[in-house]
């Protein structure tokens, strides 16, 4: 699941393109009446077929891109309003890591340093997303954002990562985020320098800073339970940047490794299995939206060898990794939207969606 959020400014960006933003939506199966408020929850996919159908319509390639540009602090709710009144930047961003899933539930954020530099970024690991290179997009036109609130005017990235390939006319990237962009990515990601973190943040006021904990707190706890999806949240991330183990993911939730165990018994689950699952989906985004090479695709997922990963994608798929690649990959035209622009299911109903957890 995932709040409107910025996704509420779908309707006026397809307005301005001449569509019909109920139309569009409808195609997507869901109530237009749902984006008229961002507090409504819609479920991950639901909002990937959306932006899938926005492409189609608009023929924009990077139509995530423009829709991330609008999103300020408050398109993430209490947690915007957390980071808006935090004393640091970096306090900023570990809250944003800690609380974002009460937001966005089909992805995970991550923050980490190499050497005298930040890495913020943002990993899909909902399976099945048709079109995750336009929530990236979107995510890190958002951040880019958030940051400039944060740090004022004068913050820049040195780079911007992009798992997806780059367009013919990369120049709508380039503008907004005023940084080189680095496509074909494992990841989305800001790279920014550390020193960043110690921007004290202009206007935080401690006080509103403990209304919107308290706030936080009581969603975390009405939340609390949802064990596998968290545990899912956090093998997406730990695949990324650290050498997975069931005893790795137990420190991180401070349990003991048996623990761990009786919490995926309970779930019907197997920790392999799941590391398994959330492999094949990332390896899946990567081949499908990059093209990175199999080697470094294997790295990336913590084998040592790039023949380990193709007798396991072909265990999971039924195919090689090269294979897979050759049918589902970016050398295939699924959709008909040209390379570059000159401008810069089910039903599911607006009283579903609030009932939503």
């Known amino acids: 699941m995932i709040r409107v959020g ?80 935090s004393p640091t930047v970096g306090e900023a961003l570990s809250a944003l890591v800690r609380h974002l899933h ?65 367009l013919a006319d990369s120049g709508p990237y380039r503008r907004f985020l005023r940084a080189p962009v680095r496509f074909n990515q494992e990841t989305a990601a800001l790279v920014f320098p550390a020193h960043w973190l110690d921007h004290r943040i202009a206007g935080a006021n401690p006080i509103f800073r403990q209304v919107f904990e308290a706030h936080i707190r009581e969603l975390e706890a009405a939340g609390a339970g949802d064990w596998k999806e968290n545990l899912r949240r956090m093998l997406r991330t730990e695949l990324l940047t650290n050498q997975c183990s069931a005893a790795t993911v137990a420190d991180r939730f401070a349990i003991h490794r048996r623990t761990l165990s009786r919490h995926l018994r309970a779930e019907g689950a197997g920790f392999q299995s799941l590391v398994d699952e959330t492999r094949f989906e990332i390896a899946r985004q990567l081949l499908s939206q990059t093209r990175i090479p199999l080697s470094e695709v294997a790295v990336a997922l913590g084998y040592s060898e790039a023949s380990a990963f193709t007798r396991a994608f072909r265990r999971w798929s039924g195919q090689a990794p090269a294979a897979w690649r050759l049918e589902h990959g970016p050398a295939q035209t699924r959709r008909p939207v040209p390379e570059s622009q000159d401008r810069d299911g089910r039903q599911i109903t607006t009283a579903q969606a609030r009932g939503s957890p």
């Not at 006026?12 to 984006?35: M, N, T």
């Not at 929850?41 to 990077?62: E, F, G, K, Q, S």
């Not at 300020?72 to 209490?78: A, C, E, F, K, R």
């Not at 997303?129 to 400039?148: F, G, K, L, Y």
Request: glycine share 10%.
């Open 6 to 85: 910025v996704a509420k400014e779908v309707g006026p960006l397809l307005r301005e393109f001449g569509a019909d933003p109920r139309e569009v939506i409808r195609q997507a199966g869901l109530d237009p009446d749902l984006f008229e408020d961002e507090n409504n929850i819609i479920p991950y996919a639901a909002l990937d077929r959306v932006l899938t159908a926005c492409v189609a319509h608009t023929r924009c390639p990077h139509f995530g891109l423009l829709l991330g540009q609008r999103g300020t602090l408050s398109s993430l709710g209490p947690i915007g309003g957390l980071l808006q009144h």
């Open 102 to 166: 009460l937001h966005d539930r089909g992805a995970a954020p991550t923050l980490s340093m190499d050497g005298d530099v930040v890495v913020l970024g943002y990993a899909i690991y909902e399976p099945g997303v048709e079109s995750p290179e336009q929530i990236s997009d979107c995510a890190m036109a958002m951040a880019t954002n958030i940051m400039r609130l944060l740090c004022g005017p004068d913050w820049l990235p040195d780079e911007v990562l992009l798992p997806r390939q780059p």
